[in-house]
């Protein structure tokens, strides 16, 4: 069964400061998703990454995929107080998404 | 091209009550994944369908739940004799072809008092 796993599930970080968001999986795959999720709102895709060593970028979000550690980074720059959500990411196998728990991020003014 | 709609968009249900949630995939799309979000926690994969074929459910519970997507009209995930447990926000997705990016709907908020 592939588990997918986030750390950490919450952070409040205060606004310009860097941080970085980590997924591991449990199995291999190639197809690594980042969605973000406002209070009481549905799903919104930011990032697709289908082979090791991808990187995307959109703003002040990077994510990154390690195939082999099985491992993702979301990593946040210079936050503004727009960023704060929870972001998933998820993992393609066995026809169907596996969800990570969440982490919750609060930017502090 | 309209995204995924679901309907409706909040549901309050009694307990031992029905529940049926409907989603109409994009224009195209005819694979479509029901997902469920328990409060704080992620979402879980509760069923995979494409047009009149239950491709795998092995996220749905065995009782209660049934899911269905016929040929023509929208889908329907099915919540028999409703009980508190099964509050949650369930998310619907499609997809053109079996494979991701799936595109999620607003969601439907069920509430069981």
């Known amino acids: 069964e592939l588990k997918v796993e986030q750390n950490p599930l919450f952070l409040s970080m205060q606004e310009g400061k860097n941080y970085t968001i980590y997924c591991n999986y449990s199995t291999t795959s190639d197809r690594l998703y980042w969605y973000r999720q406002d209070p009481g709102k549905s799903l919104e895709s930011l990032f697709v990454?289908?082979?090791?060593?991808a990187v995307k970028q959109e703003g002040r979000l990077m994510a990154s995929l390690d195939t082999k550690a099985r491992l993702s980074t979301l990593h946040i720059t210079a936050a503004v107080h727009d960023l704060s959500a929870t972001y998933f990411c998820a993992v393609f196998g066995n026809e169907k998404l596996t969800f990570g728990t969440g982490t919750r991020l609060t930017i502090i003014p | 091209n309209a995204g995924v709609m679901q309907n409706p968009r909040h549901l309050v249900r009694r307990r031992g009550q029905e529940a049926r949630l409907r989603c109409s995939p994009m224009?195209?799309?005819?694979?479509v994944y029901w997902y469920r979000q328990l409060p704080e926690e992620g979402l879980k994969f509760m069923v995979y369908?494409?047009?009149?074929?239950?491709?795998?459910e092995s996220g749905m519970p065995k009782e209660r739940f049934s899911a269905e997507f016929p040929k023509e009209g929208p889908s329907i995930l099915r919540i028999q004799q409703v009980v508190r447990g099964d509050s949650a926000a369930y998310f619907c997705?499609?997809?053109?072809?079996?494979?991701?990016?799936?595109?999620f709907g607003p969601g439907t908020r069920l509430t069981v008092t």
């Open positions: 990454l289908l082979s090791n060593g």
């Open positions: 369908l494409q047009k009149e074929n239950i491709i795998d």
């Open positions: 997705a499609s997809s053109p072809v079996a494979r991701p990016p799936q595109y």
């Open positions: 224009k195209g799309h005819s694979h």
